[in-house]
């Protein structure tokens, strides 16, 4: 018999009151239940939602996976030793970049299962960053660890671990001093060079050049503000034009100027001795050498005519990629790389370079996480040039970080998910919380009210605008390092070599064993 409308309203209301109070009755089961599999039955899961479209045809298929398998084991197989002597050394530094921001940046090329430029290279290996006293490093013990070969103490930068952070006596002693590999190649006529994003002056391109027990002792000011004015210690910038290493660099270009020159000859100078450093290169006598100050004057010069190549683009940290247009006439790195790989090629000896993509790490100490990322493919795109531009018959490049950040990917975003969006995961105060965060951060006001002892929805302040800082869980002035391993991956003679975990300081021994450089092990040497 057919029921009326109204029986069958009603015999449908009791079905589902009768349906969601036996759903209702199911067991639930805690996090850590071994034996509760049952994602439906967890109430600390998200709610299954629709799969997003898959982001690459036939990932839904055993044949897909298994080829690609197939893939990587014939591409090894396929892949023999080079042992050749390496000619050329080209040392990529992304600083900052751990893993993490590794992978997070991958979606910015189109999806997590792209490569970066360098994740494409044979051989890869991890390097522990730990310093002589501290757990987590910073990028000053890090580059003499990385450059020189020797493990320092934190804030120091080309002495030993005997040098404690910010002495004035001890790091003077030059039987404390550690040569990084760019002395190594200029003792035996090679060029050499140092590029950055980050003042030329700051901590990691320091390490190519510099010899000093503070960081920041980037002018005299500095030096004399902490030793004294009679202390008798050169600043880093007086180093890069007047020392044993930064006076014979061929190629060197980043920001800084600031460090450069007199308070009283220039605006925004930071010196008091009265020096203006940039003039003496300009008119160093017997070499002609090219000063540049925009993209303009560095695209549109005839490297050849000169000896040597000088480049600051700002006073202080090369602007981020994101914050350039065509109006800031800023070179990008990969066109700084491109440049120095050609002045470099000149001499038939060959060179080393350290190219650095050093506003990874300033972005992440913000909590900038797009301009980190965005950083990174910049960083990639450099690598891919400098690739194009060299046989991997004759030229090692290596890429590595100087340590990573508490910088945080996670909370089972669908595939296809803006990484810089939420997660579908809800937490216990049923607010959204982001894909990417940080362990700490100036942000963390931004997401916490302390009034109300409550998280802010983060969607409500995240306007994906490029300075958005993500979310930090505890706050601080800076967000900190980070203390894990990094990657090293390595294309070229000898690249095999850095497979494995080792210690930082094993770097610039491989580099200069494949390229017979320095005094210790080598591939001349053994043979």
């Known amino acids: 018999m057919w029921l009326r409308s109204g029986q069958r309203l009603a015999l449908w209301l009791t079905i589902s009151v009768v349906l969601l109070q036996s759903i209702q009755a199911l067991p639930k089961c805690s996090v850590d239940d071994e034996d509760c599999r049952d994602r439906r039955m967890h109430p600390d899961f998200p709610e299954p939602k629709q799969p997003s479209k898959r982001v690459v045809s036939g990932e839904d298929t055993n044949e897909y996976w298994i080829n690609l398998g197939k893939d990587f084991i014939e591409k090894k197989l396929s892949a023999s030793i080079n042992e050749n002597r390496a ?14 921001t590794v992978s997070a940046a991958r979606n910015l090329l189109g999806g997590e299962e792209k490569q970066l430029s360098f994740n494409e290279f044979p051989y890869t290996g991890l390097s522990k960053t730990y310093s002589v006293d501290k757990i987590v490093p910073d990028s000053a013990c890090t580059a003499t660890a990385y450059l020189c070969g020797v493990k320092a103490q934190e804030g120091t930068i080309g002495l030993n671990g005997d ?4 002495d004035c006596v001890k790091g003077q002693d030059k039987d404390k001093w550690v040569y990084s590999i760019a002395k190594w190649a200029q003792d035996v006529g090679k060029s050499t060079g140092v590029v950055t994003t980050t003042r030329i002056t700051h901590a990691s391109p320091s390490g190519v050049y510099a010899h000093i027990a503070h960081r920041d002792w980037e002018n005299d000011q500095e030096v004399s503000g902490a030793c004294g ?7 880093i910038a007086y180093q890069l034009i007047n020392g044993e290493v930064g006076s014979k660099l061929d190629f060197v270009m980043g920001g800084g100027k600031k460090h450069f020159i007199d308070s009283r000859l220039y605006e925004n100078g930071r010196r008091g001795d009265g020096l203006n450093l940039v003039e003496l290169y300009k008119n160093e006598v017997g070499s002609r050498n090219l000063y540049v100050e925009t993209r303009d004057e560095l695209m549109s010069a005839n490297l050849n005519e000169f000896d040597r190549v000088f480049g600051l683009y700002q006073d202080d940290h090369m602007l981020y990629h994101l914050e350039t247009n ?12 491109r440049k120095a790989i050609e002045f470099l090629s000149k001499n038939e000896e060959g060179y080393f370079i350290f190219i650095e993509g050093g506003r990874i790490d300033l972005a992440h100490h913000e909590n900038f996480a797009r301009i980190a990322l965005d950083e990174t493919v910049e960083f990639s795109k450099a690598i891919a040039a400098a690739r194009e531009l060299t046989s991997e018959e004759d030229t090692l490049i290596v890429v590595t970080a100087d340590h990573s950040h508490s910088f945080s990917y996670n909370g089972y975003p669908y595939r296809g998910n803006d990484i810089f969006g939420k997660t579908p995961a809800t937490p216990d105060d049923e607010k959204p919380y982001m894909t990417l965060s940080y362990a700490n951060g100036p942000s963390y006001e931004r997401f916490f009210d302390v009034e109300k002892a409550e998280r802010v929805d983060p969607t409500t302040v995240i306007t994906g605008d490029r300075y958005d800082r993500f979310p930090s869980a505890w706050p601080m002035e800076d967000e900190t390092h980070g203390g894990e391993d990094v990657g090293v991956y390595a294309s070229g003679p000898w690249s095999h ?9 094993a770097i610039p021994h491989m580099m200069g064993y494949a390229s017979c450089l320095g005094s210790g092990l080598t591939m001349c040497a053994r043979k």
């Open 497 to 505: 070599l850095f497979t494995g975990v080792y210690e930082q300081n």
């Open 229 to 235: 004015s009679g202390a008798g210690i050169e600043d």
């Open 326 to 337: 065509e109006t800031t006439n800023q070179p990008t790195l990969e066109e700084m790389t």
């Open 163 to 166: 040098v404690d952070y910010g």
């Open 87 to 100: 000619k050329n050394v080209i040392m990529f530094l992304g600083d900052g970049m751990g893993l993490t």
